[in-house]
């Protein structure tokens, strides 16, 4: 069974294009964050939700949206996309502590 | 805030052999962990060792281990008998953990290519 899985795994779409990338874990865990990987490989938090809550935000732009149903999901909506928003975004969730982090597989977003 | 640099970017070894990769960190916590994670081709994020800041003892997992040095800010991971498997980039991550969440700093990671 897949810890934290994300959908899609691929995503190719045009600039000014809306799009979204689902993640769900099944470990019971109460935090989920999203990172993205940039085309040299440097990874990056965005956000971090606990209990459905945003916890951090680092400067990531407005048209960037995450949103928590609840504890087991984290998706991600992005408005407008633009060129420097090709990378691969990855979702990862965590008990609360300081406890390690499990990473989805990633879903690599490229922007035509 | 807090920073993580790993030197290398690029490393290879003979299968068989043992290798070491470098990294530093930056931060005026006391309380912290520090992680190794992996990332194959295949994209995945595999945890390989993780060590606790207040334990002096170093973590050891199987053929990995680690050489944490608190007061340099230093935790190397050492490879033993390296294998084709490894090959992969090797990412050196701090975690701190307070009022804003639990929060993940990588350095910018070391490829590493284990050679037949």
């Known amino acids: 069974d897949t810890a934290v899985s994300q959908t899609p795994k691929y995503l190719v779409t045009q600039m000014g294009n809306d799009k979204s990338i689902k993640c769900e874990q099944n470990?019971?865990?109460?935090?989920m964050y999203w990172y993205k990987q940039d085309s040299k490989k440097f990874l990056k938090i965005m956000f971090s939700?606990?209990?459905?809550?945003?916890?951090i935000n680092e400067t990531v732009p407005n048209r960037f949206s995450p949103k928590s149903p609840d504890k087991a999901h984290l998706n991600l909506h992005i408005n407008s996309l633009e060129l420097g928003d090709s990378a691969v975004y990855f979702c990862a969730s965590s008990p609360t502590g300081y406890q390690p982090q499990h990473f989805g597989d990633g879903t690599r977003l490229s922007i035509l | 805030a807090q920073t993580v640099t790993q030197s290398q970017p690029e490393m290879s070894v003979q299968e068989a052999e043992t290798v070491t990769l470098s990294c530093t960190y930056d931060t005026s916590e006391n309380n912290y962990y520090l992680f190794w994670y992996k990332q194959p081709p295949s994209r995945q994020m595999i945890l390989v060792i993780r060590q606790e800041a207040y334990k002096q003892q170093n973590a050891t997992e199987n053929r990995f281990s680690v050489n944490f040095q608190k007061a340099a800010k230093s935790f190397s991971l050492k490879i033993s008998d390296s294998q084709l498997g490894d090959t992969a980039m090797y990412f050196c991550?701090?975690?701190?953990?307070?009022?804003?969440?639990?929060?993940?700093?990588f350095g910018g990671g070391t490829r590493l290519m284990v050679k037949p």
């Open positions: 991550a701090f975690m701190i953990f307070n009022n804003a969440g639990n929060m993940l700093t």
């Open positions: 939700y606990n209990n459905k809550e945003l916890i």
């Open positions: 470990l019971g865990h109460d935090t």
